[in-house]
């Protein structure tokens, strides 16, 4: 099935066809790197990617503000100034290797090949750079300038890669896509938007006594506790406006979710604020009665609601109550309009693409695609995965590799008949 790409695309997307064994070795390679944040040390794989590149005759860059962590952009001109943007990030969380297994840095079983980064996000890289190859070795220009920014420390939203470089203004897409895993097992979606997220310490303080006569103390523990239930329930209350967003994406965001809960929880994801208790400290040993306790939370919602709207309930939630809200980290959610030429070329080509069902969503979290989207570039998350990103044994499989780099290398194409000409002129001054 395809998605009426013209000649020349599928030429492009020939060579990955006839090169399945080299997308799953360069992916086996990537996964090889240990790319651990903490501590992040990406230089190794960068370097590699740099080489691989050049040696394909990419416009290269390096950069960085951490020399162990060094990002990459690549840029092919094409047959307009327009340009889409591949963005994929090469550090990965941590894992125990004790609780795999499976080797966490790469094997191959049968169709499935395991370790750390293949889901997220390394397993999307090794499809961009097969698409890199397919453009250069089939001597195909595509119809837009085609980038590849591969960055480091996204996986602790760190200065060292994306932000800073956006802050420069040298990285100017007019589209970006993101290669968060946004599928798994038979069902896949484009992320279109995401939730903000607020995260506050809340301290209560207690009186200390003998955990033989607790009633000679005041335990801060079962204090905050009281305290943190009251203030999910006032959350968990606020109505979520979503008149500013497509109906489409809300419902389908449901729908997609729904597929693992029930529709009613699914919906809460969206129309309500989710409430996490990340980290609850106090207490010094199991005989004394604490007298103070710490709780960090996790709040998310959608872009409609804004972080200031959280935290004025949560003080209100809190006043008179002795409690101090402390340390308050928050971002503010992003959406890209489905009606732009990006989400309706990404989504013709998922759906020609993949064969399974394809909704555009929010993503329940955030990561680079927010940093895009707050320098105003439309962009979305996408790539097909297997629902393991960041656990043990994570795995992807020749079939989602396939079908990522597939997609990848029909989506200029179809962007570029979606956006229907050059860059769009400045806007007056």
């Not at 968990?236 to 529709?263: C, H, K, N």
Request: glycine share 10%; charged share 25%; net charge negative.
């Amino acid at each position: 099935m395809t998605d009426g790409s013209p000649p020349e695309a599928e030429s492009v997307v020939s060579y990955i066809r006839d090169h399945p064994t080299e997308l799953l070795a360069t992916t086996h390679g990537l996964v090889a790197a240990d790319t651990q944040n903490p501590p992040g040390n990406t230089r190794p794989l960068a370097e590699w990617l740099l080489r691989e590149l050049r040696g394909l005759g990419y416009d290269c860059e390096r950069f960085c503000v951490d020399p162990q962590k060094p990002n990459v952009v690549a840029t092919l001109p094409g047959q307009s100034e327009v340009t889409l943007l591949y963005n994929g990030h090469l550090d990965t969380v941590p894992f125990q290797a004790s609780e795999w297994s499976r080797d966490p840095l790469g094997e191959l079983d049968g169709d499935r090949l395991y370790g750390r980064g293949t889901t997220d996000m390394k397993g999307a890289i090794g499809a961009m750079l097969q698409v890199a190859r397919a453009f250069a070795r089939t001597d195909t220009t595509p119809p837009v300038t085609v980038q590849f920014a591969f960055v480091s420390d996204e996986e602790v939203a760190g200065d060292a890669g994306l932000s800073t470089r956006l802050r420069t203004d040298r990285l100017d897409p007019d589209a970006c896509v993101v290669g968060e895993a946004t599928g798994r097992e038979g069902v896949d979606s484009l992320a279109v938007g995401d939730r903000g997220y607020v995260w506050p310490t809340l301290t209560v303080e207690g009186t200390a006594a003998h955990g033989s006569r607790p009633m000679f103390g005041a335990n801060a523990i079962d204090r905050l506790y009281g305290v943190l239930e009251e203030c999910r329930s006032r959350l968990r209350g606020i109505d979520v406006p979503t008149d500013g967003f497509d109906d489409a994406v809300v419902e389908e965001s449901i729908r997609y979710y729904g597929r693992q809960l029930d529709r009613e929880r699914a919906a809460g994801l969206f129309r309500s604020p989710t409430v996490n208790l990340g980290r609850l400290n106090g207490g010094d040993a199991v005989n004394s009665v604490p007298a103070s306790a710490e709780a960090r939370l996790d709040i998310r919602v959608l872009p409609s609601v804004e972080p200031e709207t959280v935290l004025a309930e949560l003080r209100d939630c809190t006043a008179g109550q002795d409690v101090t809200i402390t340390d308050i980290t928050w971002t503010e959610g992003t959406y890209t309009e489905p009606s732009t030429p990006l989400v309706r070329a990404a989504t013709d080509v998922a759906r020609a693409t993949l064969g399974t069902p394809v909704y555009r969503r929010f993503a329940t979290g955030s990561g680079d695609a927010q940093a895009f989207r707050e320098h105003g570039v439309p962009t979305i998350e996408f790539a097909t995965g297997t629902g393991t990103v960041h656990g043990t044994d994570e795995y992807t499989t020749r079939e989602k590799l396939l079908g990522n780099a597939v997609a990848y290398a029909r989506l200029p194409f179809r962007f570029a008949r979606r956006h229907g000409g050059g860059r769009p002129p400045p806007e007056p001054s």
